[in-house]
């Protein structure tokens, strides 16, 4: 008797995070992680929903490694269908068995069976890892689905013909965190609210003054005293208004990165910080045949609030 198979398929991969020691805590980024933890270990997804550069999956991420289990990282797009998600048949397992019991008599039986491949999310459920679905939104709600019962009734059902496999029974474990942007209007869905329900949504929006020089300070390298400017100079920015796309803490951190790695001190006596503010902030503004005028006017507003906060004490300090 010989018996043909197929190699098995092999699991697909996943993340394993510990606690990110560059991860900036605050009083303002700790108070979040502790309601997230809160919801999380009493069973509850949690989504966090802000504008871009608030930070949403760095958080995620680092609150998922708290909860000490395996990451499942999955990232929101158009084109993503359930079996994205849960998995589906792929391939076949090939049987065949030659009977010689007979001398005279040959007797061959051959059989297909589908071969079912997990994704990321079954194989969150069956082993209890923690989901991060970010940008979950820009999926579309069908592909989303899926996700109703494993969260509510902690049972996913799968895409099978096999009745004996055709649902995963949620780990105790598993956990998720969802993400999103609601300022966003391209390729992006309304979350259903079937969905909506079930998710404890946490409202994000940019960190206050402090968390921002920390975090820019943390990731840049550059002097405190001159984080400061820096931070103040696009904090400036942000509120004047005079933007089609918010400067956020990605920009600080821009600005701040470059003129460490180059020497640069934050000063007006040095053009080239002047030029990398103006690099990076004018980048927000859009950029048209027919807007020339506001963007001169828009520039003549970035020099002058670059102006105001290097009119400070460190220079005559320093000098």
Known sequence: MTVVTKPKAQPRAFISLRSSVDFVVTSTTSEIIDRALGYLRAGFPVHFRGPA?????????????????????????EQLTSSDLVGEQNGYR?????????????????????????NRLTTACREGFTLVYDEFTRSRPEANNVLLAALEERVLVLPTSNGANAYVKVHPDFRAIFTSNPQEYAGVHDAPDALSDRLVTMDLDYYDRPTEISITASNSGLDLAEVERVVDIVREF????????????????????????????PSLGDKRFVQICLDVLESKTAYTSKNRDRRTAQRKMLVQMIDHHMAHPLDAERV
């Open 94 to 118: 090939y049987r065949r068995v030659v009977d010689r019991y007979i001398h005279s008599v040959v007797k061959y039986e051959e059989d297909a069976v589908q071969n079912w491949v997990d």
């Open 238 to 265: 942000r509120d004047s208004g005079e933007y089609d796309q918010a400067p956020t803490l990605r920009a600080c951190i821009m600005i701040a990165r470059v003129s460490a790695l180059q020497g640069i001190r």
């Open 53 to 77: 550069g608030t930070g949403k999956t760095t958080l995620a991420l680092h609150i998922a490694a708290q909860l000490d289990r395996p990451v499942m990282l999955m990232v929101g797009d």
